[in-house]
Structures are given as structure tokens and as C-alpha cells.
């Protein structure tokens, strides 16, 4: 009998090096040269409220990328709709999204948040275990995601599940030696991908290419 891939589940030779995603993508010609870099994700976020707004056309990617839509307790019809405009591969889902919710977004990948500051209830992941292609662990703040600062990454030293996650948060390129220490750690054993936003920006949605091309040197590629 085959065995049935639950959702987000990955086989173990699929565990290798961490994938990046850089997040709150919005001018074009910068999009595309951080998309020469080949980051494994791109995200952009439909949330009128944030200063990343996406509201203009992706311009064609190399077909490694992966592109992401960011909402935040949006109308599930215009979640799809939207997955269907921009041709998204993956939503991330950053509001409070029910797991009946999770579970209809069901033509492509899921990433459900979850913030964390210095302590976290992981009983919460449960429910959502079964329609959650991958986790994501944000730090909390007063902003649903881009607030600039990390969170206590020991917490993931007690992380009960086998889905892989996205670490997100503040993560900048004085976390380079954090991350590589934790790349080590056994928190980070389901740790599928990294993920970046405000502290590669020259301003917001504008992201300084060098600096990511140093931070996918010395993290993503070593």
C-alpha cells in the first residue's frame, strides 16, 4: 500500500540546506534583481494597511521562485481570486485564519504565522497540523509581520511538530552568525526556510540587493 504525504511534509533527504524567502516585494526593477539572486520565495503582500502593499503586476520570474501572497484575515474569495491573478505558488496567512479556513485554500501551498515573543503555547499548532503545507514563526509586535526585531529563538527548542517552518522576524545581517550557530542547533531541525523582510530595506518594499546577496552567501548557500 502507498503511503499517503500528509500536508507539508517532506522526506527526509528533502532536509538539507535552508531556503530563503525575501518578503514585501513592490518595485519592479528591484524585484528583479533580487529575484537574479534566485531566493527560493517571494512575497508579496495584499494587505491594504501595510506600506508593502502589492498592488502592481509581477513581472515573469525564473521558474525556481516561488511566489507568495501575504494576507491578513482577507475574504477567502478574494484569496483565491488573487491567487489566480498573480498565478501564486504559496499564500501566507498572517491574520486568524481558522483551520477550516487553511483548509480550503487548497490549489497551493499554505504557510500559516504564528508570533512568538519569549514564551509560546505550541498546542496552538494542532488544529492546523493537517491544512498547513508549512509554519511560519514571526516575532510578535504591533504590526502583523515587518516589525524589525527577533524574537527568543530558544522557544523552538520545544517545537513538538514535524512540519517544516519559516524563521522570520528581524532577521538582518547581524543575525548572520546567530543563524549559522542555530543552523546547528536541534531547534533548528525543521527549520525549512528563512525569512526576510524590513532589515534589508532602504526603505519600505525597497530592498538593498547587496546586502541579501552577502546574507544568501554567508547563510543560504554555506
Known amino acids: ?13 528533502a532536509r ?6 525575501v518578503c514585501g516585494m513592490k518595485y519592479k526593477e528591484n524585484l528583479e534583481a533580487v529575484a537574479n539572486l534566485l531566493p527560493d520565495y517571494l512575497g508579496f503582500i495584499f494587505y491594504k494597511k501595510s506600506a508593502r502593499h ?6 515573469e520570474l525564473p521558474k525556481s521562485i516561488k511566489k507568495v501572497g501575504v494576507f491578513v484575515d482577507e475574504k477567502l474569495e478574494i484569496v483565491q481570486d488573487t ?16 483551520p477550516k479556513y487553511c483548509a480550503a485554500i487548497n490549489t497551493v501551498e499554505v504557510i500559516k504565522v504564528f508570533s512568538i515573543k519569549d514564551e509560546f503555547n505550541f498546542d496552538m499548532l494542532q488544529p492546523f497540523e493537517d ?36 524563521l522570520s ?11 549559522n550557530s542555530f ?27 547587496e546586502e541579501l546577496k552577502t546574507f544568501k552567501h554567508n547563510v543560504i548557500s554555506c
Not at 54 to 59: E, K, Q, V
Not at 136 to 162: A, H, I, Q, R
Not at 169 to 179: Q, V
Open 169 to 179: 522576524g528581524g532577521i538582518g545581517l547581524h543575525e548572520i552568525e546567530k543563524i
Open 83 to 98: 491567487i489566480k491573478t498573480f498565478n501564486l505558488q504559496a499564500v501566507q496567512l498572517h491574520g486568524h485564519e481558522s
Open 16 to 21: 538539507m540546506k535552508m531556503k530563503l524567502k
Open 54 to 59: 502589492f498592488d502592481s503586476i509581477i513581472p
Open 131 to 166: 491544512v498547513c503545507d508549512y509554519f511560519l514563526f514571526d516575532t510578535k509586535g504591533k504590526l502583523p509581520g515587518g516589525n524589525g526585531y527577533t524574537f527568543n529563538w530558544n522557544v523552538l527548542e520545544k517545537y513538538p511538530s514535524t512540519k517544516p517552518y519559516f
Open 1 to 13: 500500500m502507498t503511503k499517503v504525504k500528509k500536508r507539508g511534509e517532506i522526506p527526509a533527504f
Open 183 to 209: 543552523k546547528e542547533s536541534p531547534a533548528s531541525k525543521y527549520c525549512f526556510a528563512i525569512d526576510v523582510n524590513s532589515k534589508f530595506e532602504i526603505e519600505p518594499g525597497l530592498k538593498n540587493v
